[in-house]
């Protein structure tokens, strides 16, 4: 059984689905997790999270399959990624056993949100832990929530896989060796007022370059680059001061491009100058998927790529058709890939 919703569309937008798992941290320890239906939180006015944005988050997403199967793809990375945010913000981590029992639960409980196969949309899953408890000196909260809750979603660029175009931000996403590797709110909140810009001007997204030389690219608001150079090759960007999130589909990718179609692959820094000699560009990320780019616009100066403004080039056709059929469950998984809920 599923809801009666209209799935092909869902854009990619808030709904609060019958359940959410939560468990708080009080006295240095986790508490038992559990099932609520209750989408609203209560917290002290003083709570870490409001005064000092004392929270980190996740985004992964559950498939319905051809033969009724449910499968997270590799939500351990998730779950790691989610200690290591939490670690940078002396917010207390949630052991990984913890964050796959709660996806388990989650799931399971929302079974009836899960889009059916074919239709375009996923159920998304967002985990996130935050500081509850008062603070008023710059200090970590006493208390935390780490809640998880799911919402079925459509393409998070409208028009799904049509290239969009992109602007070069004069705003910078993340400081060298800040917090633009771990997946913090506040790195948002950050990116609110160059993305309403863009948005204004007519474009998509924001082309974040590394902050410190303004030469180099680095990703965007949302989602990790990846290029496609006139000869097949799949670079994705290294950032020179560790300010690009590691995203779970871009690391994915690469081994995609390499093992399973037997293409070159380089993790490098990529010179925003030579991005003008690069065939194809795509934005990938969970939400994203891959979009493809159709143009970057510098201040006024177009960068169009080959691939142009009607459909996906090739090669990211390749990588986005092999990527969703792993995660579909048409195409067989690299070993560990695929946590199948049921
Ligand atoms: N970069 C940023 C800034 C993101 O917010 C995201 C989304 O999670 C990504 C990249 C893509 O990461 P992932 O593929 O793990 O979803
Ligand atoms: C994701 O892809 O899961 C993201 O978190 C990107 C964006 C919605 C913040």
Redesign the pocket.
Known sequence: MTKNIDWGNLGFEYTAADYRVTATYKDGKWSELKLTDDPTVHISECAGVLQYAQTVFE?LKAYRTSEGKIYTFRPDLNAQRLIDSANRLVIPAVPEEMFMEALDMLVKANEEWIPPYGSGATLYIRPFIYGSGPVIGVAPAPEYEFRMMCMPVGP?FKGGAKPIVIKVSDLDRAAPHGTGNIKAGLN?AMSLHAGEIAHAEGFSENMYLDAATRTCVEETG??NFIFITKDGKVVTPKSKSDSILPSVTRRSLMIVAKDILGLETEQREVLFEEVPEFAECGLC????VISPVGKINDHGKEIAFPSGMEEMGPTIKKLYDTLTGIQMGTIEAPEGWIHEIK
Do not use: F
Request: hydrophobic content about 35%; aromatic content about 22%; cysteine-free.
């Open positions: 985004g998070y948002y949302g989602a990320g969970t939400a994203a």
